[in-house]
């Protein structure tokens, strides 16, 4: 939060003393408040995912104790073991995977030529085209699920993973064209014309020119369409009846029915799927910041 | 035209056939009646319309829905200015809580609502187990079951998993502030109250009008945090108009597909008109300042 003052030294050295002096208690304080606050911040956001953790690493049997205790009594890798060996837990996980895998490389492959284009150039139809973008930001696949699966089932395609894939890249492509958008349209258009001079094509310049520059772009709606097609319950709910074909979103409800109450295992294995995915934000959250300062605030 | 189509092609390609085309089949569906199984019996003229929005139910969900959507977005866009204010200072283990606030986003919503259900149970939850340990309350609540909690319970979960996106959202809004509009306004003397209502505020909002129409939009359109926390209660009492139109064309005892697609198109039109007006009130806002 500190500012640099290079620029205007005389004006600032006179006008900050009195602000300065009066602050200063708080200077000192706010070392210990701060992260004091933050501490506050994290057990918020953490601690019901603690308590996830707690009951995936006690016996079922104890999940389901009256009153629940806060830590187990009895620390056990069951339930951790029970999934992973677990044939349906695998193919729903690999369903997960295989769909938010190709759902987002569909999603850049036609988000970044189309962001690109309509950024730069104008064109007959790109207002329309525009439109029909910010309309598909509006409509969730929850509202259209029953006309969803009206067109799946007449193609033929109900407990497909094509279904899954196409509809979670579809949907995703407004929110991916907006942010690529944004970023395109920040790069000075010398720096393009001086590729052309060079004799680039215009796919050349984008592919070796442009792509460089917008990569926190890429790297925010990568991390949006993964994230979106990963977390996708409605559809999946809908389209998939074959319990192999699953995705983990809706296959981890079974370990929890009205005859079945297995919350052990469903943590267990909603750990695995979560904890690959904090890592990967964790990893990106530099650029998902920049990402979303270039290409949607600004 | 030729050149634009090729360039956006795909794209066009993948949203008229998924997203434009399931929209004008469910318009279609709507005018039509519908066999259990789901083949079309024939038209139905208005009368899925009329039954839709003569439906005894209709007025319940209506104001749920009302009340669902307000309440998680205007909690969600003030805490989420507060917290990326936070976010935004620097100190001491401040990446700790940036990726902190990371985890309800990447937990799937049906992942983080089993987990709210378990921890709102009357009898094993931990939620009521602490607040009686501490005194705040004497007798269990049945937090999902007492119509009085339900829908509360529900809009905590819901500004919990809404306000990830949203401080980030409103973090990056104010990194694209200059530092020096607040060098500006020190040597003017402003509080910080002043400096926070005069220039981070007007600056912050295309951030702030992004994040209330993607909310607004995300929110009325959530599905899970709803059907599971609601899962185990009888009756529409606490679905909004999303959960309420699954169940009629998946849950209810008959299925009725064109009556859903109906209430389709009334959800569709609804969230269009909601973010339009917005939008329109936000403009006019900004004009009678100019």
Redesign the interface.
Known sequence: MTTSSSTRPSVLASARVIPRRRLRGWANARRFVLPLGGLAVILVFVSPYLVMLLDALRPNGEVLATPPAVLPKTWTFDAFVAVIGDTDFQNWLKTSLIVALSATVIVILVAIPAAYFTARFSFRGRVIFLGLVVVTQMFAPTSLVVGIYREFYDLGLINTYGALILTDAAFNIAFALWILQGFFAAIPKEIEEAAALDGSGRFGTLMRVMLPLTLPGIVTAVTFTFIAAWNEYVVALTLIQDDALKPLTVGINSYVTAYEQNWAEMFAASLIAIVPVVILFALIEKHLVGGLTAGAVK | ?G??LL??G???V??L???????????A?SFGTYSIT?LRKGSAGFDNYVNFLTSPDLGQVMWNTLVWVVVVVVLTIVIGLG?AQ?L?????????????????????????S???R??YDY????IN?VL?ALGIIHTPIDWLGDSRFVMPSMILVGV?VSL?FTA??F???L??IP??V??AA??D?ATPWQTYRTITLPLLR??IL?GVVLNM??VF????VIW?LNGSNPGVGNDTM?TY??KL??KSGDHD?GM??AA?IF??LI??IA?GIYLRFVNWRQGDKA
Request: proline content about 6%; cysteine-free; glycine content about 6%.
């Open positions: 035209m050149e634009a360039w956006l795909p794209a066009l993948l949203i056939g998924v997203v434009v085309y399931p929209a004008i089949t469910l318009f569906t789901g917290l936070f935004s200072k620097s100190f001491f283990g401040r990446r700790f809580v940036r990726w902190a606030v990371i985890v309800p986003w990447a937990a799937a919503l049906v992942i983080s089993q987990l709210f378990l921890m009898y094993h939850g931990i187990h009686l919990f990830p980030y959202l973090v990056a809004g990194n694209a530092a020096d607040y060098e020190r040597i003397g295309p951030a992004i939009i995300y359109n959530s599905f899970p599971i999303i139109m699954y064309a998946f597909i859903s697609a389709g959800n569709v969230i269009l973010v």
